[in-house]
């Protein structure tokens, strides 16, 4: 199976402030079409999970331009600028290019 | 509006078997294959099984194979999780996801029905 490790596993910042979270996979994750299926969802408190950000760095709709996902192969970061309070949450990857289809741990983001 | 709607979770005794069902609307059922991903209490995610757009192919975690069946009825645009011989560590909140066939990932999710395993 192929291992997401996400660091950290939880965040404190202020408002304003920027913030990067880290998504290492234990395989490249670049399919045989030259696609890399990683993926960022936000879990919000008490909701189910939200689609983000789908093959590396193409955003949802609706969803700001203060997020963006940058990466390739084994490595993967999801970067947060002037975060919100709207923000807050856990955040996921996910890889939909090997059976089993794995996330990583989640990190959760906490505001000051 | 996509909408993926989950029910038949409850409380069962480890042995016993339980059925999920995810009503879809918004979309071409039809169209689209669709996914159960799980979520044990204060966990992360955890996918459980996916089927293709017509049922002729399925795919499951090795957890969970043998013992969880996963279906759907495109007539009735209905999503089920037939699952037998629980256990206590499939105790969670099962979603229901559909996978974007163009990006890969899950673009919409239900709000997910919670399953107890416990004597």
């Known amino acids: 199976d192929v291992v997401m490790t996400q660091t950290p596993p939880s965040l404190s910042v202020a408002i304003g402030q920027s913030v990067s979270i880290s998504c290492k996979s234990s395989?490249?994750?670049?399919?045989?079409?030259?696609?890399?299926?990683l993926h960022w969802l936000l879990q919000s408190s008490g909701r189910s999970p939200k689609r983000l950000i789908y093959?590396?760095?193409n955003l949802d709709s609706g969803v700001p331009d203060r997020f963006s996902g940058t990466g390739s192969q084994k490595d993967f970061t999801l970067k947060i600028s002037r975060v919100e309070a709207k923000d807050l949450g856990v955040y996921y990857c996910?890889?939909?290019?090997?059976?089993?289809?794995?996330f990583g741990s989640g990190t959760k983001l906490e505001i000051k | 509006e996509v909408q993926l709607v989950e029910s038949g979770g409850g409380l069962v005794q480890p042995g016993r078997s339980l059925k999920l069902s995810c009503a879809a609307s918004g979309f071409t059922f039809s169209d689209y294959a669709m996914a159960w991903v799980r979520q044990a209490p204060k966990k992360g995610l955890e996918w459980v099984a996916t089927i293709i757009y017509d049922g002729s192919s399925t795919y499951y975690r090795d957890s969970v194979k043998g013992r969880f069946t996963i279906s759907r009825d495109n007539a009735k645009s209905t999503l089920y999780l037939q699952m037998d011989s629980l256990r206590s560590e499939d105790t969670a909140t099962y979603y229901c996801?559909?996978?974007?066939?163009?990006?890969?990932?899950?673009?919409?999710w239900g709000q997910g029905v919670m399953v107890t395993v416990s004597s």
């Open positions: 395989q490249s994750l670049v399919y045989s079409d030259g696609k890399t299926y």
């Open positions: 093959q590396v760095s």
């Open positions: 996910a890889q939909t290019t090997h059976f089993p289809l794995t």
């Open positions: 996801a559909r996978p974007n066939y163009y990006s890969g990932d899950f673009d919409y």
